[in-house]
Nanobody
Framework: QVQLVESGGGSVQAGGSLRLSCAASGGTINRNTLGWFRQAPGKERDFVAGITWSDETSYADSVKGRFTISRDNAKNAVYLQMNSLKPEDTAVYYC?????????????????WGQGTQVTVSS
């Protein structure tokens, strides 16, 4: 069973940057689709970005041009580079993975999840 562990969260001022990492163990994710989701207090867990095994990417409109998702199959890991952060980006960020090459933004399509990492952006 795949286990995912996120890291890299923290507190930054608006305009700053953070890089989130997600390391997988217990199985290879090289042929999987990987996604980042986020959940702010009192809100739904929403799709942020996703990447297929062939490096096709997709982003939520709210982060396009500011966030970049990437993967390193040799390290069994996925990353989220977040630039020009805004207070509305404050949330717990989760990585997730699903089998197959179809990139979807639907939370329930992802089978395995990490425990989440907190990102706080102050104004």
């Amino acid at each position: 069973q795949v286990q995912l562990v996120e890291s890299g969260g923290g507190s930054v001022q608006a305009g700053g940057s953070l890089r989130l990492s997600c390391a997988a163990s217990g199985g290879t994710i090289n042929r999987n689709t990987l996604g980042w989701f986020r959940q702010a207090p009192g809100k739904e867990r929403d799709f942020v970005a996703g990447i297929t095994w062939s490096d096709e990417t997709s982003y939520a409109d709210s982060v396009k041009g500011r966030f970049t998702i990437s993967r390193d199959n040799a390290k069994n890991a996925v990353y989220l580079q977040m630039n020009s952060l805004k207070p509305e980006d404050t949330a717990v960020y989760y990585c997730a993975t699903k089998a197959g090459r179809v990139l979807v933004a639907v939370r329930n399509s992802y089978a395995y999840w990490g425990q989440g990492t907190q990102v706080t952006v102050s104004s």
